[in-house]
């Protein structure tokens, strides 16, 4: 039968006969005949199949061939990658069935022995390499050969493996299956993306150099981003950052976001060394304290979600600038005299600031001072530090000019604090109050007068008549102070010394009448029970219950008070 009979053909020929009648052996003799006999037979269906490297279904390979770039070594009935496949890229090996039988048949194709996480297809292909959809079972006439792909989808996380081997079959309906072994060699590396800080150039890579971006409380921060694909495929990238983070892409590179930027939070598919600039919005606080805080902005594959690069940059709440200066104030005195206006000062901000006020100038002979103490130094210029939300007294001394007279005399200054914020970007504001300060046309007065005391506790009095005491007589002065201007006098003080060849025996005052032994420097409801130093004292009257005698205490017309103060002639 011929070996490529066909199976149901039919293989026909003739055979014949001759009766050597007398055992001579001689041929043609008379009437000895030969009886031709035709016979015929049909040819048998053969299954079988196959399958091996590109070309060589039946083993026998040798040689190499390129395919997607890859060379690939066949060797018998295997074939091999030479060329190092780049995880999460494909690799595709040709492959050739052969029909051995002997009539048209089904045949089943599959790849096994791929590792978890690899996807590998049988697929059929063209001349010039391109993959189509093979739908099993394909069928092959007999004798002939069929070519096909077997094409894997190589992870991630496949880098560093190396002789992967994939058992391709073949199965003819009917028959046995055959087998052939393709190997990939060596699995390298993909090339990871890279996320980081941009100048809205393609040209140069991104960089982690740690960026520090500020945003006022209430509005965003805004940094500007690059994100290159690194990898060796298509990759598509989720966008992560700070909570609130809107992400948006920069189409012109110009680090604004213009109208028609759309917000994102996946990019579209960027091609191997494709890179995107990117701008994160990230929202500050409204309310938020000055500081510093890490900004973490991280791009993560829809591929691989292994596959991911992050930059960390400083996200900075800006200083804002704010306060308070209160209340504008209008005092008056005496000419020559002084007066203190006093107000109050609020750092508002989200930071720390320092504040500074002065030099005020002399003009009209109104001279300014400054200090946080009613009680002074005073000085002509302020400064010093407010933490959010502190508040400081401001007094501003006033002297007026000695030659100022008439009631319509008067100086209205606006008075200038600067809060300058100790933290980025040192943003500063200035606020002011408006300070009047008027001149009185009179002065207070004091009326003073003695009469004897029958003993210490003066219950008993008597008028010195010819103006003359004897030692150990006991006497007691009344001193009455009066404003007997027609405006409000403030901080109104009595001075007195004890007279020579005295000694102490008591002070006296009404209700809300403070004493100091010591110029001023502390005040007392209590009366002294002896003088020191130059043998004086200070009294006044505490309008406004401070517990201290300055300008804010005020006489109205014709107000006043009464001091009495007992000594023993020596």
């Given at each position: ?5 066909l ?9 014949s ?13 008379l ?9 015929s ?8 199949g ?6 060589f ?20 009935d ?27 048949n ?13 996807t ?8 010039s390499?391109?993959?189509g ?5 394909v ?10 792909a ?31 072994t ?5 699995i ?29 409380p ?16 298509d ?22 976001i ?11 598919a ?8 990117l ?8 309310g938020?304290?000055t ?7 991280t ?5 691989d ?20 200066f209160t ?16 107000h109050t ?29 009613a009680s ?32 319509t005399d ?7 604090v600067?809060l ?15 300070d ?17 005391c ?7 009095t008597?008028a010195i ?12 002065y009344?001193?009455q ?16 010394t ?10 006296t ?14 005040w ?20 406004n ?9 005020t ?5 006043g008070?009464?001091v ?7």
């Open positions: 039968m011929p070996a490529t009979a199976a149901g053909s039919t293989v026909g020929g003739s055979a006969a001759r009766f050597d009648g007398n055992g001579d052996a001689a041929t043609n003799e009437p000895e005949t030969t009886t031709p006999v035709a016979v037979t049909t040819v048998a269906t053969v299954t079988g196959a399958v091996g490297p590109s070309a279904p039946q083993a026998g390979a040798t040689g190499t061939y390129t395919l997607g770039g890859v060379t690939i070594a066949r060797s018998g295997t074939q091999t990658t030479q060329t190092d496949i780049v995880a999460g890229t494909r690799v595709t090996f040709r492959q050739t069935l052969r029909n051995t039988g002997n009539a048209s089904d045949f089943t194709l599959a790849v096994s022995g791929a590792p978890s996480g690899w590998c297809t049988v697929n059929t292909i063209d001349g390499g391109t993959l959809t093979l739908t099993n079972p069928t092959v006439a007999a004798l002939t050969d069929y070519t096909f077997v094409s894997c989808a190589v992870p991630f996380s496949a880098a560093g493996s190396t002789n992967v081997a994939l058992t391709v079959t073949a199965t003819p309906a009917g028959g046995s299956a055959d087998t052939t393709s190997t990939v060699a060596t390298t590396a993909a090339g990871l993306p890279q996320l980081g800080n941009g100048d809205g150039s393609d040209a140069t890579a991104p960089t982690s150099t740690n960026v520090t971006a500020g945003g006022d209430g509005g965003n921060a805004l940094f500007r981003l690059e994100l290159l694909n690194g990898g060796p495929v990759e598509a990238f989720t966008l992560s950052g700070p909570a609130g983070t809107v992400f948006y892409l920069d189409l012109d590179g110009d680090g604004m213009d109208p028609g930027e759309p917000p994102v939070t996946t990019t579209a960027l091609t191997p060394g494709q890179s995107v600039n701008i994160a919005a990230v929202p500050v606080a409204a938020s304290a500081g510093t805080s890490p900004a973490v902005f791009a993560t594959s829809t591929l979600a292994t596959r991911t690069s992050s930059v960390t940059d400083t996200l900075r709440v800006n200083a804002v600038a704010s306060g308070t209340a504008d104030s209008s005092l008056s005195t005496i000419a020559g005299g002084t007066v203190t206006h006093a000062l609020t750092n508002t901000g989200n930071g720390a600031a320092d504040y500074a006020a002065g030099p005020l100038p002399t003009t009209g002979g109104f001279a300014y001072a400054f200090s946080t103490s002074g130094p005073f000085t002509s210029t302020l400064g010093g530090t407010l933490a959010a939300g502190a508040s400081t007294p401001v007094y501003v001394r006033v002297t007026a000019p000695t030659l100022a007279s008439g009631a008067s100086q209205t200054k606006t008075v200038p600067t300058t914020m100790q933290d980025a970007p040192q943003p500063a504001v200035t606020l002011s109050v408006q009047t300060t008027g001149v009185q046309s009179v002065v207070g007065t004091v009326n003073k007068s003695a009469l004897r029958a003993d210490a506790t003066c219950a008993v008597s008549t010819d103006g003359k005491v004897s030692p150990g007589d006991i006497v007691q009344t001193l102070v009066v404003n007997s201007g027609t405006s409000t006098l403030y901080g109104a003080l009595l001075s007195d004890r007279p020579t060849s005295t000694t102490f025996v008591k002070l005052g009404g209700t809300s009448i403070l004493f100091s032994t010591d110029s001023g420097a502390t007392t409801a209590a009366p002294p029970t002896a003088l020191s130093g130059g043998n004086d004292f200070l009294a006044g009257l505490d309008t219950g401070d517990s201290v005698i300055n300008d804010l205490d006489l109205a017309p014709g107000a008070f009464t009495t103060f007992v000594v023993r002639i020596n």
